[in-house]
């Protein structure tokens, strides 16, 4: 069993950055697909990104803007020229497969999450 812990949330202003990190315990994460996902008041959990051995991938809405890493059982989400509309909850994910996930289904283990909210 995967647990997985968010942190670095916060309140900034609109164009500042934050840097969410994701550590993963009690399973073999190294490997596997990670993301980012995040579920703002109302809506429905979106994908944010997505890193696997080939690279990491983005959103529409926050590709240019946002960075997906990892090191070895930790995953990073670096978010720059944050905007209000990014205000949610952000969520990490793994899945047991190396392949790239880009829906909630594809994903067999969530964090708990982290506020992230963006004022004006």
């Known amino acids: 069993q995967v647990q997985l812990v968010e942190s670095g949330g916060g309140l900034v202003q609109a164009g500042d950055s934050l840097r969410l990190s994701c550590a993963a315990s009690?399973?073999?994460?190294?490997?596997?697909?990670m993301g980012w996902f995040r579920q703002a008041p109302g809506k429905e959990r979106e994908f944010v990104a997505t890193i696997n051995w080939s690279g990491g991938y983005y959103a529409d809405s926050v590709k240019g803007r946002f960075t997906i890493s990892r090191d070895n059982a930790k995953v990073y989400l670096q978010m720059n020229s944050l905007k209000p509309e990014d205000t949610a909850v952000y969520y990490c994910?793994?899945?047991?497969?190396?392949?790239?996930?880009?829906?909630?289904?594809?994903?067999?283990?969530w964090g708990q999450g982290t506020q992230v909210t963006v004022s004006s």
């Open positions: 994910a793994a899945r047991r497969g190396y392949e790239l996930g880009y829906s909630v289904t594809d994903y067999d283990y």
């Open positions: 009690g399973g073999t994460a190294g490997n596997s697909a």
